[in-house]
């Protein structure tokens, strides 16, 4: 079983950065794929960014340049670097971890992330 906790969410102004972290805890982190993803009030979760156990990443086309994902398999920990943040950017933040298998899924509780002036 994996605990995720996700920290590093606030209120940033338009056109400024976060690094959200994701610590993982439990064992094996090295063999899940992981990602983040947000949820915008009134919308459906969705998917931000991914990386699997080689460190291949996949980005939301609404993200791509801004977003960088990248993992720590030492600290297990996985980092969501987010430049040049829009409005639309708004939402909590989860970071979700997947067995190889795909049969595991497991999420952490959301950190919020608010962009305005």
């Known amino acids: 079983q994996v605990q995720l906790v996700e920290s590093g969410g606030g209120l940033v102004q338009p056109g400024g950065s976060l690094r959200l972290s994701c610590a993982a805890s439990?064992?094996?982190?090295?063999?899940?794929?992981m990602g983040w993803y947000r949820q915008a009030p009134g919308k459906q979760r969705e998917l931000v960014a991914a990386?699997?156990?080689?460190?291949?990443?996949n980005y939301a086309d609404s993200v791509k340049g801004r977003v960088t994902i990248s993992r720590d398999n030492a600290k297990n920990t996985v980092y969501l670097q987010v430049n040049s943040l829009k409005p639309e950017d708004t939402g909590v933040y989860y970071c979700?971890?997947?067995?190889?298998?795909?049969?595991?899924?497991?999420w952490g509780q959301g950190t919020q992330v608010t962009v305005s002036s």
């Open positions: 979700n971890a997947r067995s190889k298998s795909g049969i595991y899924t497991y």
């Open positions: 439990g064992s094996a982190f090295g063999t899940y794929a």
């Open positions: 990386i699997t156990t080689s460190g291949t990443t």
